[in-house]
């Protein structure tokens, strides 16, 4: 079914083309590419409304996954903030496309039922190792 962008920030240009195309190898790589997936660039105050409203947090922060009916084709809702991303993975050398894509595939890994927090030191590590693992590996192949 393939990965929809909506871009509803104005504060940083972005290819989506390309995330697009990278976000396509991780569901490939996931085994899931057969599912829909729709990511929404917020800005800051979006991304606080939206915590707020399903959370109760009223603060920024850099990704919220929303899970949907697999059964019927669609793995789920992303939204992530463009200014969190671009804050938190600048420090790091990540290209804005890089640093979605890391936090995408974060999103992603929630939506597969991946999960770090509340859970075990051993399970979360899971989480992030394979994070990392398929960060790295799209990199090398784009």
Do not use: W
């Not at 979006?46 to 919220?64: D, H, K, L, M, Q």
């Not at 936090?103 to 399970?123: D, R």
């Amino acid at each position: 079914m393939g990965v929809t962008i909506v871009d509803r920030q104005n504060c940083y240009p972005c290819d989506r083309q390309r995330l697009t195309a990278t976000v396509d190898r991780v569901l490939e790589l996931l085994e899931v590419a057969d599912l829909a997936l729709e990511i929404t660039m917020v800005d800051d105050a979006e991304i606080s409304r939206i915590n707020a409203r399903y959370f109760g947090r009223e603060r920024p922060t850099n990704v919220i996954s929303f899970p949907q009916d697999q059964e019927h084709g669609l793995l789920g809702d992303v939204v992530v903030s463009v200014e969190t991303v671009v804050r938190e993975t600048s420090s790091r050398g990540y290209t804005l496309e890089e640093g979605l894509l890391y936090y995408v595939i974060h999103a992603v890994l929630h939506l597969l039922k991946y999960e770090h927090v509340g859970v075990s030191p051993a399970v979360a590590d899971e989480m992030y190792r394979k994070q990392e693992e398929l960060f790295e590996q799209v990199l090398r192949e784009i």
